[in-house]
């Protein structure tokens, strides 16, 4: 079975601060990896990564996909507030008609 | 239309009643999925559909589930004789084809009570 694990499960910082989300997959049939910001209910996108070690980059969030150790990281400086939401890493595969979610990881980020 | 609608956005239902959810997908988007997330929960796939048709059924956890899509447009996904498991939020996403980027519609959040 695919699977997407993302870690930390939680997490608080201070504004200001750097953070790097991570997420793990599996590799059999991958095609590419998504990200999505979640606040309230509706999941917003952010970044599709399918090629190794090209850095997607939108302005303080930037993400990297490493295709040997099949994991992705996002990365989140000079934290506000407003990114307090769940980040959710998506792994999209070949032969599944839909993604495969992790289950997220809750950033809180404290004024 | 500019972003995925669902209705309601919000539904509360006693146990044992049929409930019907809506999702509006971006116009133009000829893939369509639902998707269910239980509270603290990642999101569980439910059913895809590639126009009208529905080649993946594989997510529908019991057969009181069912969706439809006609016109290539608006889906809607019931539920019969709910049950207090089925409380979630139930997404809908759209994309222009199979394997394009999924945008998401604010959800409905069922609870059955």
């Known amino acids: 079975e695919d699977k997407v694990v993302q870690s930390p499960l939680s997490l608080v910082v201070h504004e200001g601060d750097t953070v790097t989300l991570n997420c793990s997959y599996e590799?059999?049939?991958?095609?590419?990896l998504l990200w999505y910001k979640q606040e309230k209910k509706a999941p917003t996108f952010l970044f599709m990564l399918?090629?190794?070690?090209i850095e997607k980059k939108s302005g303080r969030l930037s993400s990297i996909l490493d295709k040997k150790e099949l994991f992705s990281i996002l990365n989140i400086t000079a934290t506000q507030t407003g990114d307090s939401a769940v980040y959710l890493c998506?792994?999209?595969?070949?032969?599944?008609?839909?993604?495969?979610f992790g289950s997220g990881t809750r950033l809180q980020v404290q004024p | 239309g500019a972003g995925v609608s669902q209705s309601p956005s919000n539904k509360v239902t006693e146990k044992g009643k049929d409930v019907e959810l809506r999702c509006d997908p971006i116009s133009g988007h000829t893939a369509l999925y639902w998707y269910r997330q239980s509270l603290g929960q990642g999101l569980e796939f439910l059913i895809y559909?590639?126009?009208?048709?529905?080649?993946?059924k594989s997510g529908l956890p019991s057969d009181r589930f069912s969706a439809e899509r006609t016109g290539g447009s608006v889906s809607t996904l019931t539920i019969q004789r709910t049950q207090q498991e089925d409380s979630a939020v139930y997404l809908c996403?759209?994309?222009?084809?199979?394997?394009?980027?999924?945008?998401f519609g604010a959800g409905t959040r069922l609870s059955v009570l």
């Open positions: 998506a792994g999209d595969y070949t032969g599944r008609r839909a993604l495969t």
């Open positions: 590799v059999t049939n991958f095609r590419s």
């Open positions: 996403a759209s994309s222009l084809g199979r394997g394009d980027i999924q945008y």
């Open positions: 559909f590639q126009g009208n048709s529905a080649p993946d």
């Open positions: 399918t090629s190794s070690g």
